[in-house]
Each structure stands twice: as structure tokens, then as C-alpha cells.
């Protein structure tokens, strides 16, 4: 049965009315019990009944007379862990136990009804009581590491009423579930359920192997005293003590400091700064941070409500920290309780990057660094002044100087930086076991079957590689043998990798001059400035027929098409998201003519349409093959073909492909948790819903502005083209350049596509939230706007 604090006792919860003794019979006891003549004053206390004894010398004392209700199994165990932390770490400010006259810890006395209560004396701790709005920076990091200290002093104490079951204990969190109900508001109640949910599914099953020990389990600021210089100098109430993870005195501590602030984070990061000076918080703490701050806000409320229906008379008192904690869950509720245990596991690691940060070289050097060692033909740094940048989390990248940028470019982390559930999977399975395909593994059959689920009936077999471009090369090797034919069709400025087999394939990066004889171009279905335009009639219909005019041109060359590479998106010819018609008969023409079509996926799929999980889908058609990369591990290096097991047979009787590092176990982890997390955070409804609504602002812009022409694509991959004018679409690629700068200078990456280099490319992680496409909306404009005055001026 629990008492009315959360604990587990025999007594029932009505039995447990704090002692009442009076304040001459309290000052009567320390002296027959203790020695000490003095006079003693009630202090307040919800369970025991505390006194302040000031002796004849005008030293102050604590008496405390336990509930009767206490297990005096636990109690001994307060007082040996005192005793404990007094030894380990004597400068922790604890109070330290004073001996009975008979030179024990404590003595027992019954009260009128024959109950028996447990006295203890202690020294008396200096300081006052302060809130989280009272600590600045400074203050916020001597708690932090205060807690850590806690910790560490408690490391090695063993005591077997350790074990003990209290609720506020976290790891019982999810037995509160039944109090859900006594949450009259529906709002809050599903914001409690979510949460809830949510600590089930991603904390419960990881708690059992995180650091445990005991724990002081209450390090809040209504117990700790802090002296005038804001640092701690008192630390009481061990009443909550147990054996839980370690890590779960920093989230408690956290909730104490964070409910008040206006920027619960900051408080946060500066306390988790404090406590990672003094102990090195543990991956798979960091990870569990967040969850178990919400797990704290739900058992204040939990608890709280299950009291007061208990206790109706005492509503008040007991729902004061309640009405904080509501107020810091619907935050967090707000912002997404993903997005919160990322920001503090980042917090958790940003400890670390800034102190080997004060290591790093400035930018200068690594430029110099980077021209001495890395090829002249490396791709060149992205913007006029290069970012150097240290740390990623969700939306948000981090260069040296601590300037954050909201990441509007980068499809590879598709699920948000250094999501957890990634890093997680990728650093267990480098603990356990790397290897190759050649030995049964069961992550690579687990992640080949759940791709094949997301396709079109007909493509399920897989091969994996490392790299888009290998997956496409592989393709081009599987269709040439299936097919024996040699020509490729591909887009005019189609991308599809950096192969031999591939470049080929790929005219963005063709030379000057160059055009492999095995290779047709057709024009992208550019509605807006091509050669066929959205105004006139059947214009989809009209690009597709370019594709059986390129068949015909191959086929009076003497070759024969092996297959079309589509990237259904055309993110490097501009971004177009034509009707489903031009890719229905397009795809037609290629196969009557025995080609086959690959569907590159690597920047347009896992999601990011909003609409399906490929691109291709959004025209309904099937085709041979599927490539897949960039995104599938979130970073994490690992690429695949799908394809029809006619063909992968076909080549399979004649030879066979091996990729050594192609689906080893790590990446195959990375792969699959990167699944679990679009599915679990619903990331492709997500690229559907806040794309959609960043569109919308975005052609509200374009209403405003001249000069910018379309704004096009599908869910979160958009290309807002920029011309010198509405009517003559004239390319602006100058303007492209500098709006890109601006919005970096602006904290805001963005990118720029399309044979002329005019398209501004959005295509951000698949987290993005709408107030930060706000964000990008607005960074845009004002950016146009900035460079469009000058341009005017300078034109004048
Ligand atoms: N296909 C497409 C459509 C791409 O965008 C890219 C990379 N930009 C590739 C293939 C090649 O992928 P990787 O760089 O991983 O080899």
C-alpha cells in the first residue's frame, strides 16, 4: 500500500498524520535523549514533524521526529548514507547526525496513542531556500554540479532498504498511469497520456541499463540551501532516498530549475554543464535526459492529484509545485517531447564539444589545412564566407562561435541531428559486432524487409551498398545485363553519381563538350521557363513525348535503351513536381522500347514528399528499380538497389556482387532506426503538412515580389526560382547566389539547384516545425527585399 508521500508502507495512508508533539516536549526530548539544553521551534513539515533546537550557546540544532509510519529500515538507511556521504565527501554540505546519549543514531519514543516515532538530531544547515529565477548562469552550474557531487559521494553506499519502493522513485512512473484519470481537464489529460506514451516506450525499456546506485531522489531547490553568493550550502531532506538510475538526480534537479525560467533550456544547459564538469554523463543517459525530466513533471501531477483527492482539505498546498509542473509539461508538450529530449541530450554533449572546442584550431587554419591536403577537385565550401561547423541537433547546426542555423538544405539527416535513436543504434552495434554479408546477420534481412514493405508490389529484392552513386552504378550494371542493351536515358541536368558508370549519367557534371555516346538527354518537364510551358495545353504530355523522340535518336545510332535514371523530383534540374502524366507515358515510351526504369530516390525519398514515402509514387507507376542513399542513416553511410527478382536473378546466374561494407550490421542498424523514427515521429505526414504550409508562404511571397518567378515542389523539397522579372523569366543566378549568403548571414541554409543556378533549394531535415518554416519564409523575404533595394539603387 503507498502512503500519502509516494512510498510504499504497511500503514495506510490515514495513518500517517505527521507527529504533533509541542514544542516544550520537543525541547524536553533533546536534552533527556541527546544532552542538549536549548530551546526548540516548529519548522514546517508535510510527514515529519521537524524542530529547530537552539542550545544554551546559541547553536542552532535539527530535531526530527519521524512518522510513525516510517520504516525504520529506510530511516537507518538516511542516516547511513549521511554518515556515508560525510566520509566520501566531506565537503558536500550535508547535515551530519549527532549521537544519542547512549551513543546511538537514534531513539524511539511513543506518542499518546502508543505509536512509536524515531528522533533523530542533526547539525543545523546554514542558508536560505531560493527559486530558479534567483541563480544565474553561475548559480545554475554550481547545482549542477552539486547533484553530480551528490552522486558521487553516494557511489559507493550499499544499504539493503535500498530497494525499497517509493513512487517517486521514476522507474515506477508508469504506474501512475491509473491517476490519469483524475485529471479533469481533456487536454491536459491527452498531454498527460502522450507523455506517458512516451516514457513507456523510448524510457521504461532502456532504464534497467543505466547507471544505478542510490540516490538522494529529491535534489530540488526546496532542498537545498543556498548561501548569499548563490552557492550551495545545505543540502536536506533525504527522505526520498533509493536505488534508481544515477542519472535521474540530474532530471529531477533539472524540473526544480527549469518551471520558472522564461527559457526553461538555457537553465538546463547551464546545470548540465555544471554537473558534466564533475561527472562524464553516459550516451545512454544523455538519451534517457529528457524522458525522465517529463517523468518527473508527470509523477508532481500524478501524485499531486491522487493526494488531493485523498486530502481534498489540503488542495492547495498539495497542488502548488502541481500547477509549475503543468505549466513546464505543456511546454514541453508544445515544442514536442522528441524535441525536448534531443535539446537536452545535446546539452548533455555539448558539455563536451565545447571543452575539446577550446582545442579547436580557428577557421583560417583549417582553411589553409584544408588547400594543403584535400584534392583542388573536392567539391568547393558552401558560401562566400565557409561555416565551420561543430555539432548538429534536430533542425539546428552549430558553428564554432556557438551560432546556431536552422538547416533548410540537408536532406541526410532526414530525421534531425544527432537524433538519439540513431547515434543509439549505430554505437551499441559498434560495441557488439561489425561484419559483412557473407555471415548471417539478422538487422540487414530485418531492414531489406521493411524497405521491400514501403514498395510497389514487384520490387522486392535488395542489395546494399555505401553510396547513392554505388547504388545507381549497380543498377546500371543489373539493367545492362538484364536487358543487353547499352544506351541510358537521363534528365538535361540530371545527377545520379560519381562513378565512371555513373557520371555518365549524370550531364551536371559532364565537361564542356563531353556527351558519352551511350547517353540521351531528355529536357526536364520545367513547366515554368522550359521549353513547354504549364500555360499551354497537354505541356506534361509534351515533355513525356521527348522521351520516345530520344529512344528513336539512340535507336538510329544503332543502340538500344537499357534504361531511363529518373529522379521524379528533378532536384538537380531545377525542382519540378510535374502532373503524373509525364512520368505514366514517359515510362511507356522507354519500355516499349525494352528499357527499364530506375527511380532515383536518393535526395527525393524516405518521406520527403509528404505524400508517399518515394517521389515516384505520386505518378503511380512501377518501376524496375529503386535506388536508394543519402538519407537511409540519417548520415551514416549505407545505400541500396530494389529490384524485380527476375532481374537480380538474371544477373545472378551469370556472376554476383559484393560490396564489403554494404549492409554491415552498424549500417543496417542506422537504417532500421531510421525507419522506426519516421514511422514513430510520423515524419512523412509531417514533410506533407508543414511543406505544404511552408509552399503557401512562400507563393505569398512570390505574389510580392517580381523577382521571385515560381515556387514549386512537393512537400518538403521546394524550389523557389528567382528571375530579373515576372515576365521574361530571365534566370537571376546572381541574385540565387546572394540571397543564399544573406539568409546564411541570417542564420538560415538554404541551397540553390537548376542548370542556371537560380533555384533556391529547400530541402531541410523532415523535422522541421512550422514556426521555423515561418522563419525561413521570413528570412527569405527579407533577404530579396535587402538585395533587391540595392540592386534597384545600383541601377539608378
Ligand atoms: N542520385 C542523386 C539524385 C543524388 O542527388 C546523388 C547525390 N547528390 C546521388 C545519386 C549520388 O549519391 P552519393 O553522393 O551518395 O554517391
Redesign the pocket.
Known amino acids: 500500500m503507498n502512503d500519502a508521500k509516494g512510498r510504499t508502507t504497511p500503514a495506510g495512508p490515514l495513518e500517517t498524520t505527521p507527529p504533533a508533539f509541542s514544542s516544550e516536549e520537543a525541547a524536553a526530548f533533546a536534552k533527556r535523549l541527546f544532552g542538549l539544553t536549548g530551546v526548540a521551534s516548529s519548522l514546517d513539515s508535510e510527514r515529519d514533524q521537524n524542530l529547530r533546537v537552539v542550545s544554551d550557546e546559541g547553536v542552532p540544532y535539527l530535531l526530527k521526529i519521524s512518522n510513525s509510519a516510517d520504516d525504520s529500515g529506510v530511516i537507518e538507511m538516511q542516516t547511513q548514507a549521511l554518515l556515508h556521504i560525510i566520509r566520501a565527501l566531506p565537503d558536500l554540505p550535508v547535515m551530519r547526525p549527532l549521537p544519542t546519549l547512549d551513543g546511538g543514531l537514534y531513539a524511539t519514543l511513543e506518542d499518546t496513542v502508543g505509536n512509536g516515532h524515531l528522533v533523530r538530531l542533526f547539525t543545523f544547515l546554514p542558508g536560505r531556500m531560493m527559486s530558479s529565477v534567483d541563480l544565474d548562469a553561475q548559480a545554475l552550474g554550481w547545482f549542477g554540479s552539486t547533484v553530480a557531487r551528490m552522486g558521487l559521494s553516494l557511489r559507493g553506499f550499499f544499504h539493503p532498504a535500498g530497494g525499497y519502493k517509493i513512487l517517486w522513485d521514476l522507474k515506477h512512473t508508469a504506474q501512475l498511469r491509473p491517476f490519469v484519470d483524475l485529471v479533469s481537464d481533456d487536454e491536459r489529460r491527452s498531454i498527460c497520456k502522450r507523455a506517458l506514451d512516451r516514457f513507456e516506450q523510448h524510457a521504461l525499456p532502456a532504464l534497467p541499463g543505466l547507471r544505478g546506485q542510490i540516490i538522494h531522489n529529491d535534489l530540488t531547490l526546496d532542498n537545498v540551501l543556498l548561501d548569499d553568493a548563490r552557492s550551495v550550502s545545505g543540502i536536506v531532506d533525504f527522505g526520498d532516498l533509493t536505488h534508481s538510475a544515477l542519472i535521474c538526480d540530474l532530471a529531477i534537479a533539472l524540473v526544480s530549475l527549469m518551471w520558472e525560467r522564461p527559457d526553461p533550456f538555457e537553465a538546463a544547459e547551464a546545470a548540465i554543464a555544471g554537473y558534466g564538469s564533475v561527472l562524464l554523463i553516459e550516451d545512454e543517459e544523455a538519451d534517457l535526459l529528457g524522458d525522465l525530466v517529463s517523468a518527473r513533471l508527470i509523477a508532481l501531477i500524478l501524485i499531486a492529484n491522487w493526494r488531493v483527492a485523498l486530502y481534498p482539505e489540503n488542495t492547495n498546498y498539495i497542488t502548488a509545485n502541481a500547477e509549475s509542473a503543468w505549466g513546464l509539461l505543456e511546454r514541453f508538450d508544445a515544442v514536442g517531447l522528441s524535441r525536448v529530449a534531443r535539446r537536452l541530450r545535446a546539452a548533455c554533449k555539448g558539455g563536451g564539444s565545447s571543452r575539446s572546442g577550446a582545442g579547436c584550431p580557428p577557421t583560417e587554419d583549417l582553411l589553409e589545412r584544408r588547400r594543403n591536403v584535400l584534392s583542388p577537385a573536392l567539391s568547393p565550401l558552401s558560401y562566400e564566407h565557409p561555416l565551420h561547423l561543430v555539432r548538429g541537433e534536430g533542425i539546428w547546426m552549430f558553428d564554432r562561435s556557438g551560432n546556431r542555423y536552422l538547416d533548410a538544405y540537408n536532406n541526410v539527416p532526414v530525421v534531425g541531428y544527432s537524433h538519439p535513436r540513431v547515434s543509439r543504434a549505430i554505437a551499441d552495434q559498434s560495441r557488439t559486432l561489425n561484419t559483412n554479408t557473407r555471415y548471417l546477420h539478422r538487422s540487414v534481412i530485418e531492414l531489406a524487409e521493411r524497405i521491400v514493405a514501403t514498395m510497389p508490389d514487384g520490387l522486392d529484392t535488395v542489395l546494399f551498398v555505401n553510396?547513392?552513386?554505388?547504388?545507381?552504378d549497380v543498377a546500371w550494371r543489373l539493367a545492362t545485363a538484364y536487358t543487353g542493351a547499352p544506351g541510358a536515358i537521363v534528365t538535361a541536368n540530371a545527377?545520379?553519381?560519381?562513378t565512371t558508370a555513373?557520371l555518365a549519367l549524370s550531364p551536371e557534371e559532364w565537361i564542356e563538350g563531353e556527351l558519352p555516346a551511350h547517353v540521351e538527354r531528355v529536357p526536364a518537364p520545367d513547366g515554368y521557363r522550359g521549353i513547354h510551358r504549364r500555360e499551354s495545353p497537354d505541356w506534361a504530355g509534351r515533355y513525356a513525348r521527348h522521351l520516345g523522340e530520344a529512344v528513336t535518336r539512340m535507336q538510329s545510332r544503332g543502340i538500344e535503351p537499357a534504361a531511363f535514371y529518373v529522379?521524379s523530383l528533378f532536384?538537380?534540374d531545377g525542382i519540378f513536381a510535374p502532373p503524373p502524366l509525364y512520368l505514366q507515358s514517359g515510362v511507356d515510351c522507354v519500355r516499349q522500347a525494352g528499357g527499364l526504369i530506375v527511380a532515383?530516390e536518393?535526395?527525393?525519398g524516405f518521406g520527403r514528399t509528404g505524400a508517399h514515402m518515394w517521389s515516384f509514387q505520386a505518378a503511380g507507376i512501377v518501376p524496375d528499380f529503386v535506388?536508394l542513399?543519402?538519407p537511409m542513416g540519417n548520415g551514416h553511410p549505407i545505400?541500396a538497389v530494389v529490384t524485380r527478382t527476375q532481374i537480380a536473378e538474371r544477373f545472378a546466374s551469370k556472376s554476383d556482387i559484393f560490396s564489403t561494407f554494404g549492409g554491415n550490421p552498424v549500417a543496417s542498424r542506422a537504417g532500421l532506426a531510421v525507419l522506426d523514427v519516421l514511422e514513430d515521429e510520423a515524419l512523412q505526414e509531417r514533410a506533407g503538412e508543414v511543406g505544404g504550409y511552408l509552399q503557401e508562404k512562400l507563393k505569398e511571397l512570390m505574389r510580392g515580389h517580381e523577382s521571385i518567378g515560381d515556387v514549386r515542389g512537393a512537400g518538403l523539397m521546394i524550389g523557389v526560382e528567382l528571375v530579373e522579372d515576372a515576365k521574361e523569366r530571365r534566370p537571376h543566378s546572381r541574385l540565387a547566389h546572394a540571397v543564399m549568403n544573406r539568409m546564411k548571414d541570417k542564420g538560415v541554409l538554404v541551397g540553390s539547384t537548376g542548370p542556371d543556378g537560380n533555384v533556391l533549394k529547400i530541402r531541410p531535415p523532415l523535422v522541421l516545425a512550422t514556426a521555423e518554416a515561418d522563419s525561413i519564409a521570413g528570412k527569405l523575404r527579407d533577404s530579396v527585399v535587402d538585395l533587391t533595394n540595392v540592386e534597384g539603387r545600383t541601377r539608378r
Do not use: C, I, L
Open positions: 553510396s547513392g552513386s554505388e547504388a545507381n545527377y545520379h553519381g560519381v555513373t529522379d532536384t538537380s532515383d536518393v535526395q527525393s535506388t542513399g543519402k545505400a
